[in-house]
T-cell receptor, first 113, second 115 residues
C-alpha cells in the first residue's frame, strides 16, 4: 500500500522568506509523486510531479521538490514566498498506472506581510 | 474555459433524499475520476472510468453510491438516501489515459451538505 505523510499541518512564513513543506512517502515500488495546491473555492492545481526522471523537479510559480529515495522524502520548497502562495498544499503518491492518487492530509501555508 | 467542470457547485439536501452530481471532463480525456474530500482531510479516491468502463471502485463507495459515464463523455455520481456523513466536497478529475503521462486535472468540486 502507498501512503504519504505531511509532517506539518500548518506552516507560517513571512513574505519574501523561504518555504519548506515536508512530505514523506511509503511505497513498495518506485512511486510517482506530486504536489497539488488548493486555493479557497478553487480546484486542485498541479504544482509539479516526479516520475523517475530527474530527482530535482521544478514546478510552476517558482516551486521545486527533490526526490530523496534514501530518506523517502519529497519536500516542497520555494526560495521566496509571495502572499498569493497562501493555500492548502497536498503531497500525493500514485500507483504506476496513475489510476489512483493517494493524498496526504495537507499543509496550510500562511504568508504574512 | 476548457477545464473540468462540475455541476452544481453547491447542494443542500435533507437526509434521506437522493442527489446527483455531474462532471464534464476535458474533451479529449479518456479517464475520469471521482474523489471525496471531507473537512480538514485530503481527497480520497472513489472510482474511475476508462472511457465508459468503470474499472475500479473504492471501499468508500457504498451501495448507496453509483457512478456512470455513458458514451465515455460526462459522468454522473448519484447518492441515494443521503446521510449526514455524506456531507463533503465531491471532486472530479480527468486525464488523457496515456501511460507515463497521465496527469489528473481537477474540477472545482460540488460541495454537498446533508441536513
Amino acid at each position: 500500500a502507498q501512503s504519504v505523510t505531511q509532517l506539518d499541518s500548518h506552516v507560517s512564513v513571512s513574505e519574501g522568506t523561504p518555504v519548506l513543506l515536508r512530505c514523506n512517502y511509503s511505497s513498495s515500488y518506485s512511486p510517482s509523486l506530486f504536489w497539488y495546491v488548493q486555493h479557497p473555492n478553487k480546484g486542485l492545481q498541479l504544482l509539479l510531479k516526479y516520475t523517475s526522471a530527474a530527482t530535482l523537479v521544478k514546478g510552476i510559480n517558482g516551486f521545486e521538490a527533490e526526490f530523496k529515495k534514501s530518506e523517502t522524502s519529497f519536500h516542497l520548497t520555494k526560495p521566496s514566498a509571495h502572499m498569493s502562495d497562501a493555500a492548502e498544499y497536498f503531497c500525493v503518491v500514485s500507483n504506476t498506472g496513475f489510476q489512483k492518487l493517494v493524498f496526504g492530509t495537507g499543509t496550510r501555508l500562511l504568508v504574512s506581510p | 474555459d476548457t477545464g473540468v467542470s462540475q455541476d452544481p457547485r453547491h447542494k443542500i439536501t435533507k437526509r434521506g433524499q437522493n442527489v446527483t452530481f455531474r462532471c464534464d471532463p476535458i474533451s479529449e480525456h479518456n479517464r475520469l475520476y471521482w474523489y471525496r474530500q471531507t473537512l480538514g482531510q485530503g481527497p480520497e479516491f472513489l472510482t474511475y472510468f476508462q472511457n465508459e468502463a468503470q474499472l475500479e471502485k473504492s471501499r468508500l463507495l457504498s451501495d448507496r453510491f453509483s457512478a456512470e459515464r455513458p458514451k465515455g463523455s460526462f459522468s454522473t455520481l448519484e447518492i441515494q438516501r443521503t446521510e449526514q456523513g455524506d456531507s463533503a466536497m465531491y471532486l472530479c478529475a480527468s486525464s488523457l489515459g496515456i501511460r507515463g503521462e497521465d496527469t489528473q486535472y481537477f474540477g472545482p468540486g460540488t460541495r454537498l451538505t446533508v441536513l
